[in-house]
């Protein structure tokens, strides 16, 4: 049987799935979390399940509430939650009643289900501590995260972006990952510019002088400068500056929107990888802004990892990385 490949850093199965996967990876975390909290409630001898918690919770949250109440707050269909909600009436959790009108269902708490939610309360209060302090030792907040994912696919949903991307592959241009050439050094400038334009941060002297003269900054000293091309038009760049005998810094990673989710980034952090490794690099390092997630889930998938903070060459650098030898993350 072929062993599952590991992470050698991290002691814990490589993740191939990423982006793509993320629905396998959602249900894997969502069986987990069932399990173990449904395990508790056993332990508890509790009636209760995982499945019943939105209801339960919204009716202790709320008080009394139509089905169409709690399928609103939950996000799931009618036909859903009077599933549940019948599933509960069954443990003598809750009772419904109808309304004047006999149009909707109004649920609340038997006085059994009172009973029950008197003791769920402190295991919630236990559970909630344990997903904070998860969140916190990852030093990741999952809630506003899912919060922010939710938004953009209220914007537009998973279908139709994807339906768009598939409508790109038709009349896209490959990406050339191509070496510095003085053609496009207006580019590397305005690349550059561009992007920190709509950051918060201001350019610093260093910059300035870097993207004004790269040739003298970068390339004389043993640097590299990379583009992702399309038709001749620089559409991203990527920069690897030499800063000792075999040391060199990932820096100025850069991709317009026209290229973005062509897999211009990653083509260009894998040809520096591989020019380091060519030239016998020992170190390998970058700096980069905690709040740039992208950019760095992108590191992380080339084989940066995360390490303290020796030093920081700009000011709105406070995140460090180091590449380490993995020779799966470049397959």
């Known amino acids: 049987m072929q062993e599952t490949p590991i992470n050698s850093a991290l002691g814990a199965p490589l993740e191939i799935y990423r982006e793509l996967g993320l629905i396998t990876r959602m249900r894997r975390m969502m069986e987990q979390f069932t399990a173990d909290t449904d395990k508790l409630y056993d332990e508890a001898k509790l009636p209760f399940r995982v499945s019943y918690f939105y209801a339960m919770y919204a009716i202790t949250t709320c008080g009394r509430l139509t089905i169409a109440d709690i399928a609103k707050l939950a996000g799931f269909s009618h036909s ?45 209060a236990a ?32 279908y139709d972006r994807t339906k768009a991307y598939l409508a790109q592959e038709t009349t896209c241009a490959p990406i050339s990952i191509i ?22 941060w201001n350019f610093e002297e260093k910059d ?29 760049t990527l920069t690897m500056k030499h800063t000792g005998p075999g040391q060199f810094e990932l820096a100025k990673l850069i991709v317009t929107d026209k290229a973005r989710g062509q897999g211009a980034g990653t083509k260009l952090c894998k040809a520096l990888v591989e020019r380091f490794q060519a030239r016998g690099g020992t170190l ?48």
């Open 179 to 200: 070496p510095y050439h003085t053609r496009h050094k207006q580019a590397y400038y305005d690349l550059n510019v561009d992007w920190m334009a709509t950051t918060p």
């Open 208 to 236: 300035r002088a870097l993207l004004s003269n790269p040739e003298l900054h970068v390339l004389d000293k043993g640097g590299e400068i990379f583009f992702a091309v399309i038709d001749d038009e620089a559409v991203g």
């Open 284 to 331: 390998l390092f970058l700096e980069t802004n905690s709040t740039l997630l992208p950019a760095i889930e992108l590191y992380k998938h080339i084989g940066f990892q995360k390490l303290p903070v020796p030093h920081r060459s700009y000011n709105r650098t406070d995140y460090y990385m180091e590449w380490q030898q993995q020779e799966e993350t470049l397959s």
């Open 80 to 124: 859903a939650v009077s599933q549940t909600i019948k599933r509960m009436a069954q443990e003598k959790l809750v009772e419904t009643t109808s309304t004047e009108d006999g149009r909707q269902k109004v649920v609340c708490l038997t006085p059994f289900g009172e009973t029950v939610k008197e003791q769920l309360l402190p295991l919630w």
């Open 127 to 158: 559970l909630e501590r344990a997903m904070k302090d998860a969140m916190a030792e990852s030093g990741f907040n999952l809630v506003d995260s899912i919060s922010a994912i939710e938004v953009c696919f209220k914007k537009q949903s998973l």
